[in-house]
Nanobody
Framework: QFELAESGGGFVQPGGSLTLSCAVSAASGFNSDKITIGWFRQAPGKEREGVSCDDTRDFTSWYEESVKGRFTFSRDIAQERVTLQMNDLKPEDTGLYFC??????????????????WGEGTLVTVSS
C-alpha cells in the first residue's frame, strides 16, 4: 500500500552534512499523512538500528541518542516526502540508511524494525 524510495546518500568528510530524502507513495485509498515513518541504518558488520522516527501522535520526533542535536527529521505532507537532515557527520554514522513506514507502529520507546514497508536504502559514507 506504500512504496518508499530513499535518495541523498553519498560520501562526506567528518563534520560535513547530508540531507536524505524519502519519497512516500501511497496506493489509492491510503493516506500517508498519518503513518509512522522511521529512518534506520545498518553499518557494516552491525545490526540495523533506528536513527529517527515520527508517528504524528505528538509533536516530538524520536532520535537515537548518538544523533541527537545533529540530525533533524522533517515531514513535507504536500510533497509526500520526509527528510533527514544530518549535520556534523561522524565516521560512525557510515551505513546504509533506510526509511520505513507502518500504519500502526509507534516510535516510542524506540522504533520497531518490523515496520511493514521499506525502501531499498541509500549509502552514507563518512570518511576523511
Amino acid at each position: 500500500q506504500f512504496e518508499l524510495a530513499e535518495s541523498g546518500g553519498g560520501f562526506v568528510q567528518p563534520g560535513g552534512s547530508l540531507t536524505l530524502s524519502c519519497a512516500v507513495s501511497a496506493a489509492s485509498g491510503f493516506n500517508s499523512d498519518k503513518i509512522t515513518i522511521g529512518w534506520f541504518r545498518q553499518a557494516p558488520g552491525k545490526e540495523r538500528e533506528g536513527v529517527s522516527c515520527d508517528d504524528t501522535r505528538d509533536f516530538t520526533s524520536w532520535y537515537e541518542e548518538s544523533v541527537k542535536g545533529r540530525f533533524t527529521f522533517s515531514r513535507d505532507i504536500a510533497q509526500e516526502r520526509v527528510t533527514l537532515q544530518m549535520n556534523d557527520l561522524k565516521p560512525e554514522d557510515t551505513g546504509l540508511y533506510f526509511c520505513a513506514a507502518d500504519l500502526f507502529a509507534t516510535c516510542w520507546p524506540r522504533p520497531s524494525g518490523d515496520m511493514a514497508y521499506w525502501g531499498e536504502g541509500t549509502l552514507v559514507t563518512v570518511s576523511s
